[in-house]
């Protein structure tokens, strides 16, 4: 099972919403991932988690609160968003941080 | 600091013809891995290919494969006999393979090619 899954597919939210974006791997990985993708350019990274600890945070604003809960699975909170965050939001799952990494089919996020 | 270049914003090839998709990297480091991501419409990044820096030998994988000339820091991949489910921007990536830990493991990609197939 080589299977990153995401939830939601689609997400419309208005800039007062809280919503919370889900992604699940059980492929045993211990290094788990979020980024952001605008139409036509490559994926930007948000966050990393190596072994349920938060190991990067690429200076993303705090209206996007990541969450590992367990090795298995990773959230992103999302609160007070504006329309400029509406874009792809991809996670990845990799064996470690030092490893290749495996996309989910994305949660397409339109902010209104 | 790293970058990746990929040259070739669009190309276009006919049904079962053969193209080249071109990359090009900076780097000061020995230790380092490239891959090759594709990204149909459907939007889900696949992993096409890998390449460890250290391995002289190109990787090959079914019908893709690169040409990876350390040297010159060039990474292209072929994709031979084309087919429609080849369309999607393709990206290439690169990874350090220091063990710094932090931000030093993080892919770096190009700005990616969008590869048309015409039947």
């Known amino acids: 099972d080589t299977e990153v899954t995401q939830t939601p597919k689609h997400l419309v939210m208005g800039m007062t919403n809280k919503k919370s974006l889900k992604c699940e791997q059980h492929m045993g990985h211990r290094a788990m991932y979020w980024y952001k993708q605008k139409a036509k350019k490559p994926p930007e990274l948000m966050f990393v988690y190596s072994y349920e600890k938060l190991s990067i945070n690429e200076s993303v604003p705090s209206r996007f609160s990541p969450e590992c809960p367990n090795s298995s699975l990773l959230n992103l909170h999302l609160h007070a968003l504006q329309p400029e965050d509406s874009a792809l939001y991809l996670c990845?799952?990799?064996?470690?941080?030092?490893?290749?990494?495996?996309f989910g089919p994305g949660t397409r996020l339109t902010v209104t | 600091a790293q970058t990746v270049t990929q040259s070739q914003p669009e190309m276009s090839v006919q049904e079962a013809e053969t193209v080249t998709l071109s990359c090009t990297y900076d780097t000061s480091e020995s230790d380092y891995y490239l891959f090759w991501y594709k990204q149909p419409p459907s939007r889900q990044m696949i992993l096409v290919i890998r390449?460890?820096?250290?391995?002289?030998q190109n990787a090959t994988e079914n019908r893709f494969s690169v040409n990876f000339q350390k040297a010159a820091k060039s990474f292209s991949l072929k994709i031979s006999d084309s087919q429609l489910g080849d369309a999607a921007m393709y990206f290439c990536?690169?990874?350090?393979?220091?063990?710094?830990?932090?931000?030093?493991?993080?892919?770096?990609f190009g700005t990616g090619t969008l590869l048309a197939v015409q039947p």
């Open positions: 990845a799952s990799s064996q470690a941080q030092s490893y290749e990494q495996y």
């Open positions: 990536a690169y990874r350090s393979g220091m063990n710094y830990g932090g931000a030093t493991n993080k892919l770096i």
């Open positions: 390449q460890e820096a250290y391995k002289q």
